[in-house]
T-cell receptor, first 111, second 115 residues
Framework: DAKTTQPPSMDCAEGRAANLPCNHS???????VYWYRQIHSQGPQYIIH???NNETNEMASLIITEDRKSSTLILPHATLRDTAVYYC????????????FGKGTKLTVNP | GAGVSQSPSNKVTEKGKDVELRCDPI?????LYWYRQSLGQGLEFLIY????????KSGLPSDRFSAERTGGSVSTLTIQRTQQEDSAVYLC?????????????FGPGTRLLVL
């Protein structure tokens, strides 16, 4: 089972910031939070990850609460091409480090 | 190319036939993963390779599914006696080192349809 919960869908206006929440209340101390997205008919695309500190890259920013029980992915200026399913996950401990995906949030960016 | 590649991109087969799906990971990546995604569903882990060995096969749904990896590079996922419920997108991912917190990069997937 996925260790994260996300809203099933969200809408955002083009050019505005998209803030996607994720709850991971049972996260372990050394588990990272990862975000991927999947645009229709494509493989998942890595976005960003973090452990404790907030992170920013060319795609997005990741804000992790101090207690690490939740996080928010921020797309600062959403475009129509950002319409996708966004997955928040934590790394599963164990030998394989396999990714466990939940159902994600379907983000629709509207013109 | 620099990314993970998979072939074929689409495969239509008849129930009962065997299929082979191929994954070429990013050069230098020692860890390779297979997942599948059924229509409207999330990703389901199948198997993980570290080099040529598969320490985690826990996700293979039945003994009709097998996978191998040779030379620490290319991997083949084989489905024998395909069933209609095997229809899905099969995704391959690779990472530099599966023992750490390394980012997994995905290929475009193979869309399998079993008639």
């Amino acid at each position: 089972d996925a260790k994260t919960t996300q809203p099933p869908s969200m809408d955002c206006a083009e050019g505005r910031a998209a803030n996607l929440p994720c709850n991971h209340s049972t996260i372990s101390g050394n588990e990272y939070v990862y975000w991927y997205r999947q645009i229709h008919s494509q493989g998942p695309q890595y976005i960003i990850h973090g452990l404790k500190n907030n992170e920013t890259n060319e795609m997005a920013s990741l804000i992790i609460t101090e207690d690490r029980k939740s996080s928010t992915l921020i797309l600062p200026h959403a475009t129509l091409r950002d319409t996708a399913v966004y997955y928040c996950l934590v790394r599963v401990q164990g030998g394989s480090e396999k990714l466990v995906f939940g159902k994600g949030t379907k983000l629709t960016v509207n013109p | 190319g620099a990314g993970v590649s998979q072939s074929p991109s689409n495969k239509v087969t008849e129930k009962g036939k065997d299929v082979e799906l191929r994954c070429d990971p990013i050069s230098g990546h020692t860890a390779l993963y297979w997942y599948r995604q059924s229509l409207g569903q999330g990703l389901e882990f199948l198997i993980y390779f570290q080099g040529n060995s598969a320490p985690d096969k826990s996700g293979l749904p039945s003994d009709r599914f097998s996978a191998e990896r040779t030379g620490g590079s290319v991997s083949t996922l084989t489905i024998q006696r395909t069933q209609q419920e095997d229809s899905a997108v099969y995704l391959c991912a690779s990472s530099f080192d599966g023992s750490g917190v390394e980012t997994q990069y995905f290929g475009p997937g193979t869309r399998l349809l079993v008639l």
